[in-house]
T-cell receptor, first 115, second 118 residues
């Protein structure tokens, strides 16, 4: 079984400042890791994913994340945020042996970008 | 990119009635679809995994007789909330996975359906 912990429920930040949203996971098997963004009253949109290879993953909208196996973390970063980045962000994990690709989600982090 | 639609986007119903929610993969075939529910300010909780042509696999604690799932084709899965009650009010989101056979396939999410039971 897998679990995901997003350490911050809310992150306020000013426009053009850098931001990091933290995600830690626990699993007894190799994992695939994902970050999704959810805008109000909408479904989830994939930001980026780590499957294998380079531990630094670049996604859409200028976001990137780094997989750290020793610390079991997959923190999401953006060097300069925009107002339009205000949304809720979910970290998710899928075990490499999980049948049918079942995802386990973290609790979500609400990012609020202030002008 | 792959698109998943849901219909309706929102529905209000009376307690005791049944509501059907459709999830469609518009430009790809999905052998596996997932149904999630999301309560306000909470994360997504997987309800069930739906495979085309077979019975859905429900997560622990989800009543299969209350949440009927049918995955009749490679592009359509339906969730029927039977005898809905106010506590069933939630945001229901589906996702679809393309059948390329690779475990690394991405899930594509629908826009969600807001169910309010009065």
């Amino acid at each position: 079984a897998q679990s995901v912990t997003q350490l911050d429920s809310q992150v306020p930040v000013f426009e053009e400042a850098p931001v990091e949203l933290r995600c830690n996971y626990s699993s007894s098997v190799s994992v695939y890791l994902f970050w999704y963004v959810q805008y109000p009253n909408q479904g989830l949109q994939l930001l980026l994913k780590y499957l294998s290879g380079s531990t630094l993953v670049k996604g859409i909208n200028g976001f990137e994340a780094e997989f750290n196996k020793s610390q079991t973390s997959f923190h999401l970063r953006k060097p300069s945020v925009h107002i339009s980045d205000t949304a809720e962000y979910f970290c998710a994990v899928r075990g490499s042996g999980t049948s049918y690709g079942k995802l386990t989600f973290g609790q979500g982090t609400i990012l609020t970008v202030h002008p | 990119g792959a698109v998943v639609s849901q219909h309706p986007s929102w529905v209000i119903c009376k307690s005791g009635t049944s509501v059907k929610i459709e999830c469609r993969s518009l430009d790809f075939q999905a052998t596996t679809m997932f149904w999630y529910r999301q309560f306000p300010k909470q994360s997504l909780m997987l309800m069930a995994t739906s495979n085309e042509g077979s019975k859905a696999t429900y997560e622990q604690g989800v009543e299969k007789d209350k949440f009927l799932i049918n995955h009749a084709s490679l592009t359509l899965s339906t969730l029927t909330v039977t005898s809905a009650h106010p506590e069933d009010s939630s945001f229901y989101i589906c996702s679809a996975r393309a059948p390329s056979g690779r475990v690394t396939d991405t899930q594509y999410f629908g826009p969600g359906t807001r169910l309010t039971v009065l």
